[in-house]
């Protein structure tokens, strides 16, 4: 059972896409199984992290913005690629540190998430981008 | 097939639960497929890691205070959510780094560890916690 | 639904297995599922990166010998693990950030790869290795 869900980004940030997890998970009638998101890119990543106050996420991607600058940052001089924009090379940095799948257990039709978890898809380029990510489910349908 | 465990943490460090992932596997009577562990917080994560020297878990712990130190060292006045301790938004970049899924393997009854590897619930707070794991296998049943 | 495959490494930097995963999926007649990669070790790891411009592999390497130099580097003083050489707690470090496992959705036997993904071994030791990759697939067989 799979589908595929498109997030437009306008920038760096953590993009919550929670809601249409569960929708796929009801619409799709599971009952108990494992739920596989995947996103096709590698500038940006998956995450879970807490839903509840928004500064936890801007927090996060300031994080990201000082472990990984520009790579017109003078601390960046010594990237190579830097044909695709200055944030192209840290966006590959950003995504390799936090992944591209994500393993969620449904049980009686719904996702383990913790309460204050949510799924995001984190976003690390600039311009605007259309990210597709793949969603699998595997186990019994209801 | 599915259980969930709990992990009393006392601080931050690596909290084994290999043991405790074998068990759920033998009792089971699980014979090939795929165990997921999910745990359900964002501010401590899952890995795996070497479980031989506890120097190398002391290690990477030291790491992570280096890489994102408690909010109210110098180092990181950038940071706005303060509000829950200053052990919590580095306990939350830590997390995101790491992650909050595994996937591991399971043939013939046994997970596919290499011989070095340990299961690992990483805790990045200060306080006690009760941390839970959701244990999830899909495959066959002998 | 399992084999292996054995990357021979020599010395720091990120090993291409996307044929080899792929020729799984072929060989195996695989329709739809969910593949799942495992590298049975605590110093190198699993990512998935651009597989067009080289240099992005390079940046990432480089970014990894800065964030997480040998234990000999004087930034690197704290580590106390160093009795397998200077360059064994940093990989163990850099395997702990990007993680041991891929979970990748299969779909009309085909990897759901985005066009600019490639799967690889990240290695973060200097010498020479043989390291063992678990691949997986849990789904339908045409």
Known sequence: ?????????????????????????????VETGLLTLFVRHTSCSLLIQENADPD??????AFFRRLAPRSD??????????TEGPDDMPAHIRAMLTGVSLSIPVLDGA????????????EH??????REIALHFLGSIG
């Open 1 to 29: 059972m799979q589908t595929r869900i498109t997030v437009a980004t306008t920038g760096p940030g953590l993009y919550e896409i929670t809601d249409e997890a569960m929708a796929f998970v009801r619409e799709a009638g």
């Open 56 to 61: 936890v996420r801007r927090d996060l991607d």
């Open 73 to 82: 940052d003078p601390s960046m001089r010594w990237v190579v690629h830097t």
């Open 111 to 122: 996702m383990r998430l913790g309460t204050w978890q949510g799924i995001y898809v984190a």
């Open 125 to 130: 380029r600039n311009r605007p981008h259309r």
